[in-house]
């Protein structure tokens, strides 16, 4: 047999922690963990993954359509070939106008001045009719007096006429005319779906031909000669000048950074997502609940990164091949996928920075849209510019500092180093660059006169500001980390990096613990409003007993020593108000006990367990677990306790069996024992036939229920249960009941509940928070025999005894009902018998008509308590006489001790008035009662009625309006005696 001494040692000794690993192992297994979960959330969001291995194939897929069909153009037009020998081409008529590209019509096909001389006109009227493809109708020319008439109407209706000439007739010694002409044409060269029209040839040359033609006849008649044979052949042609190809154009080059910008903004977006998803879903509190520091979360961020931008910047690689583009082709692949992944690094450092200051992952979505119509334009621009404004003019000009500025923005260094690439491969005496000259190319022109003649910022120098961006963005994302506030509020000061505490905890120096000043707590405690003259005996009673030992080591599993929490609003530290949530507050736990911790929603409670595990920090006084203080020493605190948080911490596309290998792995324990450790504790909360089931289909118990198991990975020593059965069916609760008692053996469980029927099954000792203050502390069964209001009495009648009437009033009784009562003789006597022997008053009615009149029940006080046992024996003795069949006594429940502790509370300097409808006998009509918070009992002004309000609890703890009676008061009405 098991000795119960020893039973009862076992009990109270504390827990050892499952073996753990520690140092750069742990380190290297809590990177290797976050990097595993990352990959998997990633790997079960299939559209998104879809998106970013498929967003490179589909852009780089529409850069080589674009060129395709530039290069089917080009084909088509000369000035993209080498010419010699220009063929002939023949001048034909002047076209129609109706036939010019954005022409407005009506139209004209020339105009001419001036229109007021014979000899212009006959010109026109020949040039009009003589005209070699299609004569010219009248009404298609406009003539004017003079040039400036001209001018004046083409200015007011442009796109209207295509050419104007203007003629200048003089007279020569001999009488003969002189002709002199000029042609005025609109110089744009216009293009429309392929097609260009150059004004020179399209316009110029017809019009000049046409006029020069009816000159000469007109020379030829003034000179008695017969022009006709000479003007019939008339038939003028020209040829280009030889020229070579144009510089040719890479679009890759030059827009293609575009394309591999957009393509990376996939990825920079499902970053900034996952990261902001994480802070936002409180996830990130969950990791360090276990051990996790902030640098290694980012550290395994860096390490996914780094993997995603190896997979793209290969995969854009191998497209680019696959397309056949000529940059890829020729430039040495090492030089162009080097490119590739700094960019994508650096991209992956910007979106780090940037995560720290979003707080949705909406608005992470909003942001990436506003980055990627930033980085479309500016890789348009700087691509498309030849570089601008990484050019020698600029980056040694007066304006300098602008590259410097552009290079914090990576997309523009990936568009001047792509350019370059580009350039180096443009036309087919181009070998691209190769990895021995990334640095030279661009200093001694490799390539003709001109290609980098402006070059200042090399590949070699667009690698280096690139890793630069990379380092730069992810060191200032984790010091932003600290220095701006986090998803709880708390924020470290700007010059974190220079205290000693830094430091120390990075290598893993222990700041020497002190204890806590008593003096300062309770004048912290006093300014946040904790009122310790006011205390009750056994809160008074452990507060002084901690007090008085607080220079002495504790063995306690937890000590709470003044805790005090008090939150400011900007500006308002060092005066004005504040929310005091926790106020100055002294208790322990010790090993082997469960302890609940209850109140109402913003009672302390919640805040209470987030200062004692490191989630929001003090503002005076300390916390200890099993001696270390959260103080001084959060992570030697956060390796001793588990938690099972009040809103579930999961990630919902990843089972409940890899949830548990990951907080296994970042607790440190060693890999052998993961397997082991998930199946034991999944088991005993009923999840291993689901434990392959991804959390997101979980119901709400079950998501519960996983959230109790992580918190008891690695056999914690201190376990912080926050509503841990909420949402699940009484079978599983009882089950998950069972679990937290077998967990207590041997460590202390902290319990926050709504559900009085949890605590007052499982907790050894309940402490009642309200107003930031401690107001009880001592076990159920103390509790309710302290503030409680008595025991309960319910009492069986025999068949032959039971009447259907019922003594007292109630709610919706009537005089009636009053009267019925009273004439049952039976009851009566028994009312009689309580109220004399006992000072028993008979309880609520709704329970007394239970069983159609066959029970009575009564309310005992707790001043007749020790009466209670001799008044039973007595009952028992004349249980015949009075008609009692069987007796029941059960003492008050923890619900109405919560309630009248939580309405004390409520009461205290509370202006809150809650309005109650009273409907008045005798039709007096319905009036809404303003009645303060707590009030039992209130007259109604103007009437002879009283009203006794029933206060409940809500399911979050608070007090509100449960019911009420109306009583008709007497000449001289008696209020209720007050509340203990």
Not at 334 to 359: E, K
Request: charged fraction near 20%; glycine fraction near 10%; charge should be negative.
């Amino acid at each position: 047999m098991t000795d119960p001494a020893m039973a009862a040692d076992a009990k109270d000794a504390p827990r050892v922690s499952h073996g753990t690993i520690g140092g750069p192992q742990l380190f290297a297994q809590q990177i290797a963990a976050l990097v595993w979960k990352n990959a998997l959330v990633k790997w079960r969001n299939k559209s998104s993954l879809i998106l970013q291995i498929g967003s490179a194939f589909v852009m780089l897929l529409l850069v080589l359509g674009i060129e395709e069909a530039i290069k089917q153009e080009e084909r088509r037009t000369e000035s993209n070939r080498n010419i010699e020998v220009p063929t002939k081409q023949r001048v034909g008529g002047i076209p129609d106008c109706t036939k010019q590209f954005y022409i407005k019509t009506p139209c004209y096909t020339f105009a001419y001045t001036p229109n007021n001389d014979s000899a212009v006109e006959e010109f026109v009227k020949g040039m009009r009719e003589n005209n070699l493809d299609a004569a010219i109708p009248l009404d298609k020319v406009k003539g004017f007096p003079t040039v400036a008439e001209k001018d004046a109407w083409l200015l007011a209706n442009t796109q209207r006429c295509q050419a104007g000439i203007e003629f200048t007739v003089s007279t020569l010694p001999d009488n003969k005319k002189k002709v002199d002409f000029g042609i005025q044409v609109n110089g744009t060269v216009k293009a429309s779906r392929g097609t260009f029209e150059d004004p020179n040839f399209y316009v110029q040359l017809p019009l000049q031909q046409a006029a020069e033609r009816e000159i000469t006849r007109f020379t030829l008649k003034q000179a008695g000669m017969d022009e006709a044979d000479f003007v019939d052949t008339w038939d003028v042609s020209f040829r280009k000048y030889p020229h070579p190809a144009i510089e040719p154009f890479s679009l890759v080059g030059a827009i293609g950074s575009t394309f591999i910008f957009a393509a990376a903004m996939f990825t920079y977006v499902m970053q900034l997502n996952s990261i902001v998803g994480e802070r936002e879903l409180k996830l990130r509190q969950a990791l360090r609940n276990v051990g996790t520091s902030d640098f290694t979360y980012w550290l395994s961020w860096v390490v996914t990164e780094f993997i995603v931008c190896l997979v793209q910047a290969a995969l854009i690689l191998a497209w680019g091949n696959l397309f056949g583009f000529q940059l890829f082709l020729k430039n040495d692949s090492s030089v162009t996928f080097t490119l590739l992944l700094l960019f994508q690094l650096a991209m992956a450092g910007f979106g780090f920075c940037t995560s720290v200051f979003l707080r949705s992952s909406a608005l992470a979505t909003m942001y990436g849209f506003v980055v990627f119509l930033l980085g479309f334009i500016l890789t348009l621009v700087v691509g498309v510019a030849g570089g601008e404004p990484f050019t020698k003019g600029t980056a040694n000009g007066k304006y300098k500092a602008i590259p410097i500025i552009f290079a914090f923005f990576p997309p523009t260094l990936l568009a001047k180093g792509l350019g370059d690439l580009g350039k180096a491969t443009a036309s087919s005496d181009r070998g691209g660059i190769k990895w021995s000259q990334i640095d030279s190319y661009c200093k001694n022109n490799v390539y003709s006169e001109g290609s980098f003649g402006a070059c200042d910022y090399s590949l070699e120098m667009c690698y280096e500001l690139l890793t630069l961006d990379f380092f730069f963005f992810t060191i200032l994302a984790m010091y932003l980390d600290q220095v701006l506030p986090n998803e709880f509020g708390v924020n470290r000061p700007f010059y974190f990096p220079f205290l000693p505490s830094t430091w120390m905890s990075l290598l893993g120096m222990k700041k020497s613990v002190s204890s806590v000043d008593v003096a300062a707590t309770d004048a912290a405690a006093a300014s946040a409003g904790g009122n310790a003259s006011a205390l009750e005996e056994d809160v008074a009673e452990e507060e002084m007993r901690l007090k008085q030992s607080a220079t002495e080591q504790s063995s306690a599993a937890m000590l709470v020593q003044g805790l005090v929490k008090s939150f400011y609003s900007l500006g308002c530290r060092g005066g004005g108000a504040a929310f005091h949530a926790v106020k100055g507050n002294w208790f322990e736990v010790k090993t082997g006990e469960l302890f609940g911790l209850l109140g109402p929603n913003g009672a302390g409670k919640s805040t209470t367990i987030n200062l004692m595990t490191g989630v929001l920090p003090c503002t005076a006084g300390d916390g200890y677990i099993y001696g270390t203080s959260v103080v001084t020493d959060i992570g030697g605190v956060r390796t001793k306790i588990g938690v099972c948080p009040q809103f579930d911490i999961l990630w919902g596309e990843l089972t409940g069996e890899e949830h548990m290998y990951l907080f296994s792995a970042l607790r440190g324990l060693p890999y052998g024992m993961l397997e082991q450790e998930t199946l034991n504790l999944l088991g005993s909360v009923k999840l291993l036939k689901d434990r392959k089931v991804e959390t997101r289909a979980y119901s709400g118990g079950m998501r519960r229920r996983l959230s109790v198991a992580i918190s008891l990975i690695g056999d914690p020593q201190v376990v912080f249960l926050d509503e841990p059965t909420t949402g699940m069916d009484p079978i599983h609760r009882r089950h998950v009941w069972d679990i937290i008692l077998e967990a207590k053996a041997g460590r202390a469980i902290v319990l926050t509940t709504h559900s009085m029927e949890e605590a007052d099954a499982l907790s050894d000792r309940i402490g009642i928070i309200a107003g930031g203050r401690l107001r009880c502390l001592a076990s159920s069964v103390r509790l309710k025999r302290k503030f409680g209001t008595g025991y309960s009495v319910a009492i069986s009648l025999r068949a032959d005894r039971s009447g259907s009437g019922m003594l007292g009033g109630h709610k919706g009784s009537s005089s009636n009902d009053l009267n019925d009562a009273v004439d049952d003789p039976a009851r009566v006597m028994l009312n009689t018998y309580f109220r004399d022997g006992i000072d028993g008053e008979l309880e609520d009615a709704a329970k007394s008509l239970k069983g159609n009149g066959k029970y009575m029940h009564f309310r005992i006080p707790r001043e007749s308590d020790d009466r209670l046992s001799s008044f039973l024996r007595q009952l028992d003795e004349d249980a015949h006489a009075l008609g009692v069949n069987d007796v029941q006594v059960t003492l008050a429940t923890l619900d109405e001790v919560f309630l009248s502790i939580a309405k004390k509370a409520a009461l205290e300097g509370s202006t809150k008035m809650c309005q109650i409808p009273i409907e008045l006998p005798n039709n007096g009509g319905m009036i809404m009662l303003p009645i303060p918070l707590g009030t039992d009992y209130a007259q109604i002004g103007g009437t002879n009625y009283a009203v006794r309000i029933e206060w409940i609890t809500d399911a979050d703890g608070n007090i509100v309006y449960g019911d009420h009676t109306l009583e008709e008061m007497s000449a001289t009405p008696q209020p209720p005696p007050p509340d203990a």
